[in-house]
């Protein structure tokens, strides 16, 4: 009894492999074949791009909010004044920091001073909100301590300020030079509440990546920040930087535990939740739509695998007549179409790995080709278009891809399969 060849047997890959070869007069390949394969690279490296940049846009967007805010902030909920107004002080701020430094998962907490002030320096003027914050808690900031774009010396932040360096380009400013803040709620006297105005030192300029921080904020020490800000003897909250951002939520309870009072907490994800949501909504369907484009670019495939199978016939009753069975043809034919796929995915991998990697030469070509001004900070946040390449991206997009071109592939092998021979075989 004859042996039955296992399945994808060597002769089914060389009678493919000629299939694919043969020249269009033979009958091979045909255009469509062609368009399908340029059209799944496209598809597959659209898709990986997408996912590269939107995997690069979450990263640096939460790197830049985590490596200058607080993680978390303690704050009171305050008791209504003899003026009829909240009043939000924590007098003990030093002992609610230490007692936040206890719960386990937290790197460090500090007392806050916050106010919101104009900065000016000759004709030059700046909304600025000034973060009252000690030495020794600044440098725990990693976005402002740890700036790779940094001017000055942080060691001398007890001697004047830190600023942002978008407002030191919108004031003109350099390390050295002196500036006005102006508080509306300054000064009490008999007549009123006067401005206050005070000049100081810039010491330090420091860029976080992100527009927003780097144009307004500025860093002033807590005990100075007090007295400018009439905040003597309390501060407005207690910054809490936590190990785990990404799960802050789960310290939330151990937090309000440790302070043991009338207080709240509120994380970074409480303040940026809506554009994560909506982020994460965009995203998905990103997704959905390239996912569509893959299978679009896939369906040519069939188009293309029709009229192969169309123009093998004869051969495929040749093939049926010595003894190839219905299972060999299918698989032969199965061949032809998803080696298609798998080039083309191999392609659009390379395609979309390469546009991941040199991004940033790329973006710098098409802002000089377009005259620049193609990626406005003040808009989007961040100073540039950012890519993080991930493996689980592209295994998602190599999945997808494949996946689909498999699928698709079979109802026209099943077709070729199916001929009957003498039909095939009955006008040649």
């Known amino acids: 009894m004859a042996k039955t060849p296992p399945p994808f047997s060597r002769f089914e890959w060389m009678i493919a492999w000629r299939y694919l070869r043969a020249k269009r007069s033979e009958g091979g390949v045909s255009v469509m074949t062609w368009i399908s394969l340029i059209g799944i690279t496209l598809a597959v490296f659209a898709l990986i791009a997408t996912l590269a940049v ?7 967007f939460v790197g830049t909010i985590l490596g200058a805010n607080a ?5 009171s909920h305050g008791e209504v004044n003899l003026a009829g107004r909240l009043d939000r002080r924590i007098e003990d701020f030093d002992a609610l920091a230490a007692a936040a430094r206890e719960v386990e998962g937290v790197i460090t907490a500090a007392p806050l001073v916050k106010g919101q002030v104009m900065a000016s320096r000759g004709d030059r003027n700046a909304g600025a909100q000034v973060y009252g914050m000690r030495a020794e808690d600044l440098m725990q900031v990693p976005g402002v301590a740890g700036s790779s774009e940094a001017q000055g010396d942080l060691s001398r932040y007890g001697d004047g300020i830190a600023m942002g360096s978008g407002m030191a380009r919108t004031l003109g400013v350099r390390v050295g030079d002196r500036i006005k803040l102006i508080s509306p709620n300054g000064v009490r006297t008999a007549m009123g509440t006067s401005p206050r105005v005070n000049v100081y030192e810039v010491v330090y300029i420091f860029s976080v ?7 307004t904020r500025v860093y002033m020490p807590f005990a100075e920040a007090q007295s400018y800000f009439n905040r003597e003897g309390y501060a407005d909250e207690v910054e809490v930087m936590v190990q785990d951002p990404e799960h802050v939520e789960r310290l939330v309870l151990p937090l ?3 302070a043991g009072g009338d207080y709240g907490v509120w994380t970074w994800r409480d303040a940026s939740g809506s554009f994560l949501r909506a982020l994460e909504v965009e995203d998905n369907v990103m997704f959905i739509i390239l996912s569509i484009l893959v299978l679009v670019a896939t369906m040519n495939i069939v188009s293309g695998l029709v009229m192969l199978v169309k123009n093998k016939g004869r051969d495929i009753g040749i093939l049926r007549t010595l003894g190839l069975s219905e299972g060999s043809v299918m698989r032969v034919f199965f061949l032809c179409g998803s080696l298609t796929g798998v080039v083309g995915t191999i392609c659009g991998v390379i395609l979309g790995c390469l546009f991941a990697i040199y991004i940033d030469p790329i973006f710098s070509f098409v802002n000089f080709a377009m005259g620049g001004g193609v990626w406005d900070p003040s808009i989007r946040g961040i100073y540039a278009l950012p890519a993080e390449l991930r493996a689980g991206d592209v295994i998602t997009a190599v999945g997808l891809s494949l996946g689909l071109s498999f699928l698709v592939t079979i109802i026209p092998a099943r077709r070729a399969a199916r001929m009957n021979p003498v039909e095939a075989l009955r006008y040649e």
């Open 54 to 60: 939107r995997s690069g846009f979450r990263s640096e």
């Open 71 to 75: 993680h978390a902030s303690l704050y």
């Open 209 to 215: 990546g992100r527009y927003d921080i780097d144009s």
């Open 256 to 258: 309000l535990q440790a």
